[in-house]
């Protein structure tokens, strides 16, 4: 009998690579410092990035007098991010993240119009209510574009393979009561990662001086669970989109 090409050898597993990977931002930098290096990895493996900002960020800002220059700033960086990872930029520009039909609807038919076989998104007990409300109305839009026709779903249902929360210095998944996660080995992709957030988003360097320390420490704890140097974790979300798609 011939041998089965889908056996897994004893030395090297089988990436599947999903086709396309959209990540939902509360603020622009969100993507990066959460699941940059997963971002990176992928690419490289040939999947399109769709990075989908929920606001300008425009609350980042330490001193009254630097929203102005912060509101310019933020769109440069977008820029930046795009042509760096050669991704499609979605940019939602909510001036606030209240749960309303509209950005469900939006939302749910942004899923529709681009097909995404993987969504990345916060986790719903995120600390940060932008985070914590985006991952809520996500969820939703997820939930009617996997389970019924709402909001113009005729011919037009689109179930994702895989949704994933990711972790951010607002949301520590050790804090998150029976929480499983995956990890991601970003060990080739931290210092790009790492390279991309300190030269782009310049803007965020005062209020977020603290965050590429938690990224660091984070990656090197999660890179020790997986015998590597660095790492990302995602939590499965598998209510309405059972998971088919492993990210490694």
């Not at 007098?65 to 933020?74: G, N």
Request: net charge neutral.
């Amino acid at each position: 009998m011939e041998q089965n090409q889908y056996l897994i050898c004893d030395t090297n597993i089988p990436i599947v690579v999903p086709k396309r990977i959209m990540v939902f931002a509360g603020h622009p930098d969100d993507e990066i410092i959460s699941c940059g290096g997963t971002l990176l990895k992928y690419q490289e493996l040939g999947s399109e990035i769709i990075i989908v900002v929920a606001t300008s960020g425009l609350g980042g800002y330490a001193k009254n007098e630097q929203k102005d220059r912060i509101l310019a700033q933020r769109k440069i960086e977008l820029d930046a991010i795009q042509k760096i990872l050669n991704c499609k930029i979605v940019g939602l520009s909510y001036t606030d993240l209240q749960i309303t039909r509209n950005k469900v609807s939006q939302i749910t038919n942004l899923i529709r119009d681009l097909r995404p076989n993987i969504i990345l998104i916060p986790h719903f007990s995120d600390f940060h209510r932008v985070h914590r409300n985006l991952s809520l109305i996500t969820r939703e839009a997820i939930y009617h574009c996997s389970s019924g026709k709402a909001y113009g779903g005729h011919e037009r249902s689109w179930k994702p393979h895989g949704v994933y929360y990711y972790e951010s210095p607002s949301c520590k998944f050790q804090y998150i009561e029976g929480s499983v996660f995956i990890i991601v080995d970003i060990e080739h992709y931290w210092m790009k990662k790492k390279e991309i957030f300190s030269q782009v988003y310049t803007s965020q360097k005062e209020v977020l001086e603290r965050v590429l320390d938690w990224a660091e420490d984070t990656a090197i704890l999660r890179g020790n669970e997986i015998d590597s140097s660095y790492g990302e974790s995602f939590i499965p979300e598998t209510t309405y989109t059972p998971l088919k798609i492993l990210l490694v």
